[in-house]
């Protein structure tokens, strides 16, 4: 059985950071390219940033956390990490984790709620 468990969301302050974990079992976490998703209410579920299984290929981002996010990945401990700097209002979503593989398949994590707030 695939699980994708994410942790380390909360509210916070803008301009503060936050540190999402992601930690997959049932899957060999080395070779699925590693996702992290965000749905604001009321809007489309984003692509915020991609770690490729390749270690020599460069994480990709949405423009919108370029320069403030930063995701990792530790195949060792089959985690996917999101660590998230400067954090603004409209950052506040929940947060997906995914591991995809073309031809072993999609899988999502249940959430877990950023909320940036004053």
């Known amino acids: 059985q695939v699980q994708l468990v994410e942790s380390g969301g909360g509210l916070v302050q803008p301009g503060e950071s936050l540190r999402l974990s992601c930690t997959a079992s049932?899957?060999?976490?080395?070779?699925?390219?590693m996702n992290w998703y965000r749905q604001a209410p009321g809007k489309q579920r984003e692509l915020v940033a991609s770690?490729?299984?390749?270690?020599?290929?460069?994480?990709t981002y949405a423009d919108s956390v370029k320069g403030r996010f930063t995701i990792s990945r530790d195949d060792t401990k089959s985690t996917v990490y999101l660590q998230m700097n400067s954090l603004k209002p409209e950052d506040t979503a929940v947060y997906y984790c995914n591991a995809r593989h073309s031809s072993r398949g999609d899988f999502w994590g249940q959430g877990t709620q950023v909320t940036v707030s004053s």
């Open positions: 770690k490729n299984k390749n270690m020599f290929l460069d994480a």
């Open positions: 049932g899957i060999t976490f080395s070779v699925y390219t």
